[in-house]
């Protein structure tokens, strides 16, 4: 996703007031608020708007013109930087409480064209686990299990080193100086992914039993309550207030899995998982461990490529989710998504 500028944002929102415009408006438009571009600056200023989807363009040639995209619902434009600015952040705001329209616009969240391109970059992935030996394989799921294990659990404040889960996983040493409940933060993600593994048929339908599963594994001798939470929960640093009523959680989460489950494609169920069991907060801890294992045990399923978040950056993720939280924006959560699944498939099996 391409950043805007403020004369891009403009230029959207010329465009979207007037409904369809031609070059020569659009840079007569500029010229009256004192934008004088060149028209080489312009036409890639428009250029970069069809890229990131704001505009479509419409003719050819002398009779090229332009028009507002209809977005889809979820994936408005958004400036991160001025929204987690401390001035930002540190007005007065009421509380974000859960929205139950959400879930309803998940349809279509990735495109068709979206969709065709990730099964490129999957069959890759498949004919290359094709020809590796038995050991090979055995060592790369290792690996993808190392990795996540650790940037997950890394994500939730763990202070264990690349290096250090390795050796606790692989040789069962434990690193100096570390908890406990660290140790286990890091062997439940191991057990669950572990068990996801071996019985990745159960996962092509998604059960509220199975995410219950899931959770308890990820949270096992963690003092964290297993089962649908019957108390409120709070976000720290957030203004969304989670549902906090067991019936409506429960309700809720079937409802989500209703629609992972109806959706054609693994990406899309697995996006849903990242996004919706994270914001619904299910659990009374672990929610974000377990939207994040879930989400990969929808693409181990159906053979996809599953993603080690290897690469992700732990702020970035935390702003994503965060603006999903207040916003029901999923455009940063869905941009980081589809990166990380680049990154597996670009980085494993080779």
């Given at each position: 996703?391409?950043?805007l ?5 403009a ?9 369809i ?22 036409i890639?200023?428009?250029?970069e708007l ?10 050819k ?6 028009e507002?995209?209809s ?7 958004l ?6 600015s401390?001035?930002?952040?540190n ?10 329209n ?5 349809d ?30 055995k ?27 390795e ?16 140790v ?17 048929e159960?996962?092509k ?8 599963d899931i959770?308890r594994?990820?949270t ?9 939470r019957t ?17 409506q ?21 697995a ?16 929610n ?21 978040l ?34 597996a498939?670009?980085?494993y099996?080779?």
């Amino acid at each position: 996703m391409i950043q805007l500028n403020e004369r891009q944002k403009a230029v959207v929102d010329f465009i979207k007031e007037k409904g369809i415009v031609a070059n020569h408006e659009i840079n007569a438009f500029l010229s009256k608020k004192g934008e004088n571009i060149s028209r080489i600056t312009l036409i890639r200023d428009l250029n970069e708007l069809i890229v990131n989807g704001e505009i479509r363009q419409i003719g050819k040639g002398r009779n090229i013109r332009y028009e507002h995209s209809s977005k889809h619902p979820l994936l408005d434009s958004l400036d991160i930087g001025d929204y987690f600015s401390d001035s930002n952040r540190n007005k007065t705001r009421e509380a974000v409480l859960f929205n139950h329209n959400t879930l309803d616009k998940f349809d279509n969240i990735l495109s068709e064209k979206e969709v065709i391109l990730l099964k490129e970059k999957n069959d890759g992935y498949r004919k290359r686990i094709v020809g590796l030996s038995p050991t090979l394989l055995k060592k790369e799921f290792e690996r993808i299990t190392i990795e996540l294990s650790w940037k997950s659990s890394k994500i939730e404040g763990n202070t264990y080193s690349l290096i250090d889960t390795e050796l606790l996983i692989k040789e069962h040493k434990e690193a100096e100086g570390h908890s406990k409940e660290e140790v286990d933060m890091i062997l439940n993600h191991k057990k669950a992914l572990d068990y996801i593994f071996l019985n990745r048929e159960n996962f092509k339908i998604l059960s509220l039993r199975g995410i219950e599963d899931i959770h308890r594994f990820l949270t096992e001798q963690l003092d964290v309550q297993a089962g649908i939470r019957t108390r409120a929960v709070g976000i720290t640093g957030s203004h969304y207030r989670p549902l906090n009523n067991n019936h409506q959680i429960k309700e809720v989460l079937e409802k989500t899995i209703e629609k992972i489950n109806s959706m054609n494609d693994p990406w899309s169920k697995a996006l849903i998982a990242f996004t919706m069991i994270a914001y619904i907060q299910p659990f009374e801890d672990g929610n974000k461990r377990t939207s994040r294992i879930i989400a990969n045990a929808c693409l181990i399923a159906y053979d996809v490529c599953p993603l080690s978040l290897r690469s992700i950056d732990e702020t970035e993720y935390k702003k994503a989710i965060t603006v999903f939280y207040e916003l029901q924006n999923a455009t940063y959560i869905k941009k980081l998504f589809i990166e990380q699944f680049d990154f597996a498939v670009n980085n494993y099996f080779l």
